[in-house]
């Protein structure tokens, strides 16, 4: 009786050993070094419990036990704490440093850029394509409300709410620029700033040359002079969904559209594109000048005039210097849309309802 005692004392000395044992490896490999060579981008689902976590982990290479990660995140209370996302794991990174950064929701932040000038139809186009975001676009922002800028974002955010982003950047924007506004602007209020940053915005590329081109808009205006902006009239021509792979004609500038600035007075009724900040502080802000025209230069910038004499002059050097590339490749020069009309006798500008 005393011998089978013994014995069972000993065989349950050894059980108790081999399972300290047991547990002693299983956190061992629970802070050792992960089987991943480099690192590795891994996508937790929504809803994934902490069981499809370690196999997600474990398929991916990224631990080496499921069975392992899973005991040792419900016994450290981290299991309720998992998050789903995209996440990326350091080369060898151990099972614990793993569940730590999904307890944690440490995952990856992604970018989008909206490029400046952009009409809205573009942007939407760019954000239904952007890797990583979830659902549809349920609103209808219109022409101008979307300011143009770098957006971080994770995996599985809404891209109605990225939208909503877009939109509520340019309220508080634009209203931070309008506070801040040169007072003898020809503006009636943030709406009128949006839509003539827009021709700004797609008149010049240049940022030392958007305070300028804002300036001689705004002159215009003062005078109650037609914009004659060629950017509307593509507007008017695409309504902002394709591009015009072409140059414009003397019949598209006599085109009757309620954007074409060559035929209506003021400004038109709603933007041509999303502005940028830079656009919208130019117009705001803009240049001391007594500046009425400006023709591009041919090099990618403009010529400025402040009588139509002057403006016919650089119109006749970008014409010829057109003339010589043509010549030079061998191409037939395009046609050549009417130049400016002389400026009307100064008069109040057109007031919009």
Known sequence: MLRF???SSFVMILGVAAAAIAAYLVWQSYGAPGPLADQRTVIIPRGSSVDDIAEILAREGVISNAHVFRIVTRIEGMSGRMRSGEFAFAAAAT???VAEQ???GRTVVRRLTIPEGLTTFQVLQIIRQAEGLEGEVTSTPQEGELLPETYFYSWGDSRERFVQRLRRTM???LNELWNGRA???PLRGPTDAVILASIVEKETALQAERPRVAAVYLNRLRRGIKLEADPTVIYGITQGRTTLDRPLSRADLQQRTQ?????VEGLPPTPIANPGRAALQAVLRPA??????????GNGGHLFARTLQEHNANVARLRELERQRARATGQQPAEEPAAPAEPQRPRQAPRRN
């Open 288 to 297: 001391q000048s007594d500046e009425l025209f400006f023709v591009a230069d």
């Open 259 to 263: 954007w074409n600035t060559y035929v």
């Open 102 to 104: 999904i307890a944690a």
């Open 5 to 7: 005692a013994i014995v």
């Open 183 to 185: 007072r003898d602007l």
């Open 171 to 173: 309220t508080e924007t």
């Open 95 to 97: 099972p614990r440093a």
